[in-house]
């Protein structure tokens, strides 16, 4: 049987898309079967693998909304291993339409029991916030992982946070558990990176992984390429964070060792281009 992992923070900006993108991707890169489902009505994990949200027909939404089988909804990525529920701007009205639908907390974990047994991992894009969408997720999930930005405000929401999957375990879904908390954009040059680090590690110890996530250039350029890390820019510090956290993640999880996949031939040859556009604009 699967495991479904929703990444969630209410407060936006923390990394949550550039970790469910990059997280799912190395992953799969390890031999893993993987499942995105794009939670998010902004839909930048969806664009995030390179689909174009104008082009998209079906999503995320007709499978919560309208019971259609999620199995129908699912289109392959450029990494191998890899597939996508995508988003849609439709989600944007989901809140107030799940409101009166009777089991409106539970749909998404009705729909995904169908597929749980054909991943090894589905991970779930939740929205920044702690909405329907969310509670969904986390309904539906066996763990959370949790970014956090090493910045002030970012440790304001945690208490939040932490009190809605509370809520959710003593009211529907008992097994949930805390996978991991990612800290996220590290500085090292800064106190306050360290002193945030030093902070959330003494609130929630082993918690927390032990990979961060570094300030990153590249990882900031890849969305704009529809390109994961891995496919933008393998050698950067950025891809060898999330290698590493996806290594820590299956080590926690005592999966087997990595049956390591490389990108397909036909992906990674349309990314030299994108490449050389990335050299030109680096900074």
């Known amino acids: 049987m699967g495991q479904i992992i929703a990444c969630a923070n209410q407060k936006g900006g ?3 898309t550039t970790t469910v993108v990059n997280l799912s991707t190395y992953l799969a ?6 499942l995105v489902i794009d939670l998010d009505p902004q839909g930048n994990t969806t664009s995030g693998f ?21 199995s129908d909804l699912v289109v392959p990525t450029a990494i191998p291993g890899l597939s996508l529920v995508p ?17 409106r907390e539970r749909r998404l974990a009705r729909i995904l029991s169908e597929l749980v047994d054909s991943y090894d991992y589905i991970v779930l894009d939740c929205p920044p916030s702690l909405g329907l969408l969310t509670v969904n997720a986390l309904t539906a999930a066996d763990a959370v992982v949790i970014p956090i930005q090493c910045e002030y405000y970012a440790l304001e929401g945690l208490s939040q946070l932490i009190a809605t999957i509370n809520l959710v375990r003593n009211h529907l879904n008992p097994g949930l558990a805390i996978k991991g ?3 996220t954009m590290y500085d090292p040059r800064t106190n306050l990176s360290a002193e945030v ?3 959330v590690r003494k609130h929630l110890g082993p918690a927390v992984f032990d990979t961060v996530i ?3 250039v590249r990882l900031s350029e890849a969305p704009s390429y529809g390109l994961p890390i891995a496919l933008y820019r393998p050698d950067s510090k950025g891809a060898e964070a999330y290698a590493a956290l996806a290594a820590e993640l299956r080590e926690r999880d005592g999966r087997p060792e990595p049956h390591a996949r490389t990108a397909s031939d036909e992906s990674t040859s349309g990314v030299e281009g994108n490449r050389e556009a990335g050299d030109r604009s680096s900074r």
């Open 14 to 16: 923390v990394g949550k």
């Open 29 to 34: 890169l390890a031999g893993d079967a993987v």
């Open 50 to 70: 390179g689909l174009d949200r104008d082009e998209i027909r079906h999503s995320v939404y007709e499978a919560i909304i309208e019971d259609r089988r999620l």
């Open 87 to 103: 988003s849609s701007i439709s989600l944007a009205g989901a809140e107030v339409e799940l409101a009166p639908l009777p089991q």
């Open 181 to 183: 908390v990612v800290l």
């Open 197 to 199: 680090d030093a902070e």
């Open 214 to 216: 570094p300030r990153s």
